[in-house]
């Protein structure tokens, strides 16, 4: 019997024997491959995040970029406004001007921004401003609309002067939503063609 108890205990001893050696292979496997996969995952990481650094760099370059353009773009059409001879001006539904560009003081005399919230139609003469108010009418139907009239306008030294309107409906673009009204004196030409 103590024969067959040595060899149960033999078999049982090389049993758990057996198994202390997997359970110990296993255990190394994990002990290296917890190293690893940290290191791999550390790896994805540190890609991810440059490639997601790339990615944002080129987004704010993108932005460096459009800024410029707008502010170059905002510029040129600044400056071509203000080196022009016409006027610009930009009213409201109801005729009051919103807008004067600054070539209003040089062409005809009127302060910087001394235009702003005053009715166009005071600045026509009385025999043209039925004429205004028609074209104004007109204009404002459809967006995008355009109308040229040639009406007398005073200027600020109380001279009247004949000049082309051209009349642009703009209501619909949010950063003008007004009429814009270009303003040239044309005063030489009609005097020259009578």
Request: contains cysteine; negative net charge; hydrophobic residues 45%.
């Given at each position: ?32 491959a ?40 905002e ?30 003081e ?7 921004d001394?235009l ?35 009406l ?31 303003v040239?004196d ?9």
């Amino acid at each position: 019997m103590e024969a067959q108890v040595s060899q149960v205990s033999d078999r049982y001893g090389a049993k758990a024997s057996d198994k202390l050696q997997s359970l110990s292979s296993t255990q190394r496997g994990i002990l290296i491959a917890t190293p690893v996969a940290c290191v791999l995952g550390l790896a994805l990481v540190a890609f991810f995040w440059s490639l997601f650094d790339r990615y944002r760099q080129q987004v704010e370059n993108g932005l460096e970029r459009e800024t410029e353009a707008i502010r170059h773009s905002e510029e040129r059409l600044k400056s071509l406004a203000q080196n022009s001879s016409d006027v610009v001006l930009i009213g409201s539904p109801a005729g009051l001007v919103t807008y004067q560009s600054s070539t209003a003081e040089a062409a005809w005399g009127y302060a910087a921004d001394c235009l702003l919230d005053r009715p166009l139609i005071d600045l026509i003469h009385v025999e043209d401003q039925p004429a205004l108010l028609d074209i104004w009418a007109q204009v404002q139907v459809a967006p995008g609309t355009t109308r040229i009239i040639e009406l007398q306008l005073r200027w600020a030294d109380g001279e009247w002067r004949f000049n082309e309107l051209i009349l642009t409906n703009l209501l619909d673009n949010p950063s003008v939503a007004g009429l814009v009204v270009t303003v040239r004196d044309v005063t030489e030409r009609k005097a020259f063609e009578k």
